[in-house]
């Protein structure tokens, strides 16, 4: 009834409030100002839902970015190494017909090149395994760095699935992640015969008093005695650790993760094919690997503990300056990821 009504005119609009609802009669154009205080909280209202409803699609549309190119980068970076023997036969077939195969250039001494020696693409196959070292390294920082740049862009909109951290819990996934990136830098110095880092012995004569010998890497040495990975592993704690440390939102778990799920794929992958050819990182005879596997094993400390490998020996061939050396460079590198990350 118009006694439980009130009229409000203002500015060419009529607005009829009743004890139940509000209709709005517009004869004019919308002045916000003349709207009831009920009216504007619902425009707000709805204001508000529209902008949380665009977040949700944005983080969505970035987390989703990040995982495309988290998987291309494993996939490209798995796959191609699958499919290596096809792919160098390629390209070393490719570099023969453009006059680049055996031009007699030889590289310095120390140089990381094959263990068949110096010379720049004397043969197809060197060519091609070199031309393929290029074109995989390529790829890989591509895929990786556009999953980097993917995740930076998505950071905002993505919401935190944990409690912050207490300091306690933080210097703990710290030192994790200062201890795995310092494990991986020294095994540079200890390398495991499935990288491609090459291996060296003292030699007087040599230049630099070094001369690469790449047989030293089939035995198990040091850290390969702990594990057959000790390069690639290291990247699960590490990773981990950073993304909880970068705050835990749905991004951080989708980065970190996958790196985590790809550094195990990946060591996994790579002992499949060493089973089947010794084709895998620096260039071998086909069954020189046998033993290597025997004796060492997937998982850090299993060959320890199930006695295939001697904790003393171990102990005894670690380069404690390598550790050391690489740990501090890992807490320099640590301490800069967590404050970017922060």
Known sequence: ????TSLVAQNRHLFIIGPTRCQLQVRGPLDATALPSTSRRTTNCRKRSAARSRTRRHAAAGVE???FWIVSFSATHIGLSAARDGIISWLGMFAAQLGLVGTGIELPPLWPGDASGNKVWEDEAQAGRQLFRIFYSLIAAATLQAAFVAYVVALPDSPSLIEPLSQPARGALLA????AQGIAIASLANPSPLSLV??????PKAFGGLIRDDSLKLRAFGLTRMTRHPLILPVVPWAVANGFLAGGRLVDIVL????????LAGCWAQDLRARESAAVGTVFARGDLTQFYETTSFVPFQALF???QSWSA????????SLIIGIALGT???????????
């Open 332 to 342: 320099a590198l640590e301490f800069a990821t967590a404050s970017a990350l922060s």
């Open 256 to 263: 970190f993760g996958g790196i985590a799920v790809y550094a």
């Open 176 to 179: 994790i992640g200062c201890v």
């Open 198 to 203: 090459p291996g060296f012995k003292t030699d």
């Open 306 to 308: 199930d006695g295939r």
């Open 65 to 67: 970015d990040v995982a």
């Open 1 to 4: 009834s118009l006694s439980q």
């Open 314 to 321: 171990c102990f005894a061939e670690l380069s404690w300056l």
